[in-house]
Nanobody
Framework: QVHLVESGGGLVQAGGSLRLSCVAS????????MGWYRQAPGKQRELVATIGSHGWTTYAESVKGRFTVSRDNSKNTVYLQMNSLKPEDTAVYYC?????????????WGQGTQVTVSS
């Protein structure tokens, strides 16, 4: 079992920055692929960024160059640094842990944190 708790959301003006954090409890954090997803009102949840156990990263095209995902395995924490925020970044942001044990893959989700970008 993995329990995820996000923090760091809030209201910011366009062009501003926010840093989201996600603390994970449970086992095997360092071996999990961690990710950030977001869901805007009336839209499907979409991938924002992922980071693998060895630090490789992937980003949605819409956030490349503006967002940076990182992790600190000693603190069981994954971060999302968001710069140059735009109103279209407004959404609930969810932390995800993708765990694979042998052939069994499981996704865990946090409760989400609201990010609102005003124009």
């Amino acid at each position: 079992q993995v329990h995820l708790v996000e923090s760091g959301g809030g209201l910011v003006q366009a062009g501003g920055s926010l840093r989201l954090s996600c603390v994970a409890s449970g086992s095997s954090f360092s071996s999990n692929v961690m990710g950030w997803y977001r869901q805007a009102p009336g839209k499907q949840r979409e991938l924002v960024a992922t980071i693998g156990s060895h630090g490789w990263t992937t980003y949605a095209e819409s956030v490349k160059g503006r967002f940076t995902v990182s992790r600190d395995n000693s603190k069981n924490t994954v971060y999302l640094q968001m710069n140059s925020l735009k109103p279209e970044d407004t959404a609930v942001y969810y932390c995800n842990a993708h765990q694979r044990v042998f052939i069994t893959e499981t996704d865990y989700w946090g409760q989400g944190t609201q990010v609102t970008v005003s124009s």
